[in-house]
């Protein structure tokens, strides 16, 4: 079954405390990003990946770190967590975005069931 | 910077009606347009895809069109159900740039569809 999965799904920390969240896909898919979604707020993109060892800051990347050394797996790090990092974190994943070998371009965005995270 | 808007905040409807959900977007260097379906405390289900070369797109009840130019797409939902109360959101993936790859979500449309 084509998933992304994350572990774990809930997680309560304290600060300061490092933390890695896990993200891997088995789809084969070049692209892959994480999230966090807050009230009022929405969803919002921390870091994204065009390949391996390829990254990206997104819109809210502060206090974050990641790292792609496989197709499959992205994991967001957070080294010194802190409460305003409690959110729920969704890792998404797909094909790169662009044009396919096939001369159309694809890239619908497959979502984990997500994390929810609280640094108290 | 892409800012996508998405109106109306919340929508009420008995069952039965015929409705339209709206999302706008800035910049219209996109790749493609998703949305999304979100139920309370659970994650993201993918509805429909606009590449940006599409005008519309159909699944069953669902039907979403893209008109890239004016920066708008529109998800018409047919003959709604109670089980269409979710969240829906819509999202746009950059094209090019020092942006690309980057994908803005709009704050989404609460919808409760009432028997």
């Known amino acids: 079954e084509a998933q992304v999965t994350q572990n774990p799904r809930y997680l309560i920390t304290v600060t300061g405390k490092k933390l890695t969240v896990t993200c891997s896909q088995n789809?084969?898919?070049?692209?892959m990003s994480w999230y966090r979604q807050d009230p009022g707020l929405g969803l919002r993109q921390i870091y994204y990946?065009?390949?391996?060892?390829?990254?990206d800051k997104g819109d809210v990347p502060e206090g974050y770190k990641v790292s792609r050394k496989e197709k499959r797996n992205f994991p967001l790090i957070l080294e010194s967590p802190s409460p305003n990092q409690t959110s729920l974190y969704f890792c998404?994943?797909?094909?790169?975005?662009?044009?396919?070998?096939?001369?159309?371009?694809?890239?619908?965005?497959?979502f984990g069931p997500g994390t929810r995270l609280t640094v108290l | 910077k892409q800012e996508v808007t998405q109106i109306p905040a919340a929508l009420s409807v008995p069952e039965g009606e015929n409705l339209v959900l709206n999302c706008s977007f800035t910049?219209?260097?996109?790749?493609?347009l998703q949305w999304f379906r979100q139920d309370p405390g659970k994650g993201l289900t993918s509805l429909l895809l606009?590449?940006?070369?599409?005008r519309e797109q159909t699944s069953g009840r669902l039907n979403a069109s893209l008109d890239k130019s004016s920066g708008r797409s529109t998800l018409y939902i047919a003959a709604s159900q109670p089980g269409d109360s979710a969240t829906y959101l819509c999202?746009?993936?950059?094209?090019?740039?020092?942006?690309?790859?980057?994908?803005?979500f709009g704050q989404g449309t609460i919808l409760t569809v009432h028997p």
């Open positions: 999202a746009v993936l950059r094209a090019g740039g020092t942006s690309y790859g980057k994908l803005t």
């Open positions: 990946s065009m390949n391996v060892e390829v990254t």
């Open positions: 998404a994943s797909s094909d790169q975005p662009g044009t396919s070998g096939r001369g159309r371009s694809y890239n619908e965005q497959f």
């Open positions: 606009i590449q940006s070369s599409q």
């Open positions: 789809m084969n898919h070049e692209y």
């Open positions: 910049d219209s260097a996109i790749y493609n």
